[in-house]
């Protein structure tokens, strides 16, 4: 274990140094990813593996950097565009649900299965609920969540810093703020880091959605109101987290388990393209609807994890509280909302094919 363990870390080391050395956006994210996926391309000669305990140590970090954005004016925004949150909440699912319609009929694939896998932003719930629900091909499930993950992931950062955007210079990025220094943590982050490991120790006992990630945030936001300020944390922390995060997802997609790998490759690569033309129409009607800068209604759009866009949008300088919370709107209406409904939808379908059967015989 530990040796694979390490094999892991210098892979992801080596990618990280790859991608800063070639200048690719958000390099300890994306390079540890790669790295991570391609070694395990080559199961005969490494086997990288990285717990899941890592990773949550990573979201953390990203949840306490994220709780240090909100403020009372944030939390009154959120409250005035709760109802557009609902209605791009909506399209955004809609949508997916036809590219999944599609997928499905492109496949032979059932639907209810490829739904599953399209539904963005859940991919943890929807494994959860795939396993719960008979008939459902978790394979295939999995290989759609992680490879539409990996695609946003990679494809987002690259859009945020091109043309499209204005690049990392547009003048709707928010000014940068001062280098966090090692010698401004203490003792401040003592007290928070107290705070933030027992809020997703908490969150986690009560099966709180994204516990280790929205535990520290709501904790650090609270902390913060109450009159204690939290120390930015430095680049090198920041980095490895994304590390941590960018190698637990790189080592999740395994294309060899499945069959007719390079039409479900394809077709998953389509929709992963689709949904975000998608974000990009939406990112338009929000920009129309609120004065937030293009860059942060695109990364509040986005079909990526909330943990992965709360760093592209702390790297651009996007304005993270309002990322957040339409991440986080998505997210908790997916968790409490999206499994009864799709139970719903299967119990029809399921009534629909055996009148279809009965008539037939």
Same mark, same amino acid.
């Given at each position: 274990?530990?040796?694979?363990?390490?094999?892991?870390?210098?892979?992801?080391? *080596?990618?990280?140094?790859?991608?800063? *050395?070639?200048?690719?956006?958000?390099?300890?994210?994306?390079?540890? @990813?790669?790295?991570?996926?391609?070694?395990?391309?080559?199961?005969?000669?490494?086997?990288?593996?990285?717990?899941?305990?890592?990773? !949550?140590?990573?979201?953390?970090?990203?949840?306490?950097?994220?709780?240090?954005?909100?403020?009372?004016?944030?939390?009154?925004?959120?409250?005035?565009?709760?109802?557009?949150?609902?209605?791009?909440?909506?399209?955004?699912?809609?949508?997916?649900?036809?590219?999944?319609?599609?997928?499905?009929?492109?496949?032979?694939?059932?639907?209810?299965?490829?739904?599953?896998?399209?539904?963005?932003?859940?991919?943890?719930?929807?494994?959860?609920?795939?396993?719960?629900?008979?008939?459902?091909?978790?394979?295939?499930?999995?290989?759609?969540?992680?490879?539409?993950? @990996?695609?946003?992931?990679?494809?987002?950062?690259?859009?945020?810093?091109?043309?499209?955007?204005?690049?990392?210079?547009?003048?709707?990025?928010?000014?940068?703020?001062?280098?966090?220094?090692?010698?401004?943590?203490?003792?401040?982050?003592?007290?928070?880091?107290?705070?933030?490991?027992? *809020?997703?120790?908490?969150?986690?006992?009560?099966?709180?959605?994204?516990?280790?990630?929205?535990?520290?945030?709501?904790?650090?936001?609270?902390?913060?109101?109450?009159?204690?300020?939290?120390?930015?944390?430095?680049?090198?922390?920041?980095?490895?987290?994304?590390? @941590?995060?960018?190698?637990?997802?790189?080592?999740?997609?395994?294309?060899?388990?499945?069959?007719?790998?390079?039409?479900?490759?394809?077709?998953?690569?389509?929709?992963?393209?689709?949904?975000?033309?998608?974000?990009?129409?939406?990112?338009?009607?929000?920009?129309?609807?609120?004065?937030?800068?293009?860059?942060?209604?695109?990364?509040?759009?986005?079909?990526?994890?909330? !943990?992965?866009?709360?760093?592209?949008?702390?790297?651009?300088?996007?304005?993270?509280?309002?990322?957040?919370?339409?991440?986080?709107?998505?997210?908790?209406?997916?968790?409490?909302?999206?499994?009864?409904?799709?139970?719903?939808?299967?119990?029809?379908?399921?009534?629909?094919?055996?009148?279809?059967?009965?008539?037939?015989?």
């Amino acid at each position: 274990m530990v040796k694979n363990l390490a094999i892991a870390l210098l892979l992801s080391l *080596a990618g990280g140094l790859l991608f800063t *050395a070639l200048q690719i956006p958000l390099p300890w994210l994306l390079g540890p @990813m790669t790295a991570a996926f391609l070694g395990t391309r080559f199961p005969k000669l490494v086997q990288p593996r990285w717990p899941g305990s890592i990773r !949550d140590v990573a979201l953390i970090l990203i949840g306490y950097s994220i709780g240090l954005s909100f403020s009372s004016h944030t939390l009154r925004e959120m409250g005035h565009q709760l109802p557009t949150m609902l209605l791009m909440t909506t399209l955004l699912l809609v949508a997916s649900t036809a590219i999944g319609f599609a997928v499905s009929k492109l496949t032979g694939i059932s639907f209810p299965t490829v739904l599953m896998g399209s539904i963005p932003g859940g991919m943890n719930q929807m494994l959860v609920l795939a396993e719960e629900t008979k008939g459902i091909d978790i394979t295939v499930v999995t290989f759609l969540q992680v490879s539409r993950l @990996m695609m946003i992931i990679f494809c987002v950062p690259l859009l945020v810093f091109s043309p499209v955007f204005g690049g990392a210079h547009s003048q709707d990025l928010l000014p940068t703020e001062a280098a966090a220094r090692w010698g401004d943590l203490f003792p401040n982050v003592l007290v928070f880091g107290v705070v933030c490991f027992a *809020a997703a120790w908490l969150a986690k006992r009560v099966r709180f959605p994204s516990a280790y990630l929205l535990g520290p945030m709501i904790a650090t936001a609270v902390v913060q109101g109450l009159g204690l300020d939290g120390p930015a944390l430095p680049t090198g922390v920041l980095n490895a987290a994304q590390l @941590m995060i960018g190698t637990y997802v790189g080592l999740l997609l395994r294309p060899e388990k499945l069959e007719n790998k390079l039409r479900l490759v394809t077709l998953a690569a389509l929709s992963g393209a689709a949904l975000l033309g998608i974000a990009l129409g939406l990112c338009a009607m929000l920009t129309v609807l609120h004065p937030v800068s293009p860059m942060t209604a695109f990364l509040s759009m986005s079909p990526g994890g909330m !943990d992965q866009m709360g760093i592209i949008a702390h790297e651009v300088r996007a304005d993270i509280a309002i990322v957040t919370s339409y991440q986080i709107f998505r997210t908790w209406f997916i968790y409490f909302a999206i499994p009864p409904l799709i139970r719903l939808l299967f119990k029809r379908l399921e009534k629909r094919a055996a009148l279809a059967s009965a008539q037939k015989s």
